[in-house]
């Protein structure tokens, strides 16, 4: 069973995340969520804390970053009575798709879409744990727009405003829950 603390100020949800120094990679402090995740009253705090601004935003769709994204998409879009949609690494999903090739804190990445995920109109919120460079952001954002789709928000627990990624997302409005 995971441990729970009791929680009710978002501000509070730092103490719940760990530094991991060189990982991926040298000179990279990853942010691990899973101290987070594991703690019930933190996670739903978070799942809250991210829902929120969008009870009343008519989102019909939970788009989510792999893979940790998907953690908050789908109870996001259970909170919210949206569709969920996963935006995953080439090669994972089953039918055909778009892809989307950006650059990443750590290296560069492609991100892969259904073609038929998103509906033309359809009102999506771009949901991931971390804002870093913004790129995996502005890659969903291009996913989206491409399929059709109309941008709600990207929403983040978490952004490393140092990396400054929202400058890769000018024209779209941006929410983080913490900001470091
Ligand atoms: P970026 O495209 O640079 O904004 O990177 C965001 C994506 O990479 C998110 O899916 C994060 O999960 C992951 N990520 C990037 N940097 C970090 C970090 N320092 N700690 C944890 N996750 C990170």
């Known amino acids: ?23 991926p ?11 987070l ?9 978070a799942v809250d804390a ?6 009343d935003a008519s989102v019909d769709i939970v788009a989510g970053m792999e893979a940790r994204g998907f953690l908050f998409a789908a109870p996001i879009a259970y909170r919210l009575g ?10 994972k999903l089953p039918y055909e798709t778009v892809e989307h090739t950006y650059d990443l804190e750590y290296g560069t990445d492609t991100l892969a879409a259904h073609v038929d995920a998103i509906g033309p109109g359809a009102r999506v919120l ?16 291009e996913l989206v727009e491409g399929l059709g789709g109309t ?25 983080s829950v913490l900001t470091i």
């Open 1 to 23: 069973m995971g441990q729970t603390s009791d929680v009710s100020d978002p501000a509070v949800l730092l103490d719940h995340l760990r530094d991991v120094p060189d990982f």
């Open 25 to 35: 990679e040298p000179g990279i402090v990853f942010k691990d969520i899973t101290p």
């Open 37 to 45: 995740l594991a703690d019930a009253k933190a996670f739903r705090l």
């Open 50 to 55: 991210i829902s929120e601004p969008y009870l």
């Open 82 to 91: 949206a569709g969920c949609v996963p935006f995953r690494k080439p090669g």
């Open 126 to 141: 771009v949901v991931d744990d971390v804002l870093a460079t913004g790129g995996t952001a502005a890659a969903a954002c």
């Open 151 to 175: 941008i709600v928000a990207c929403a983040f627990l978490l952004e490393l405003g140092f990396l400054s990624g929202r400058g890769r997302l000018e024209g779209q409005s941006v929410m």
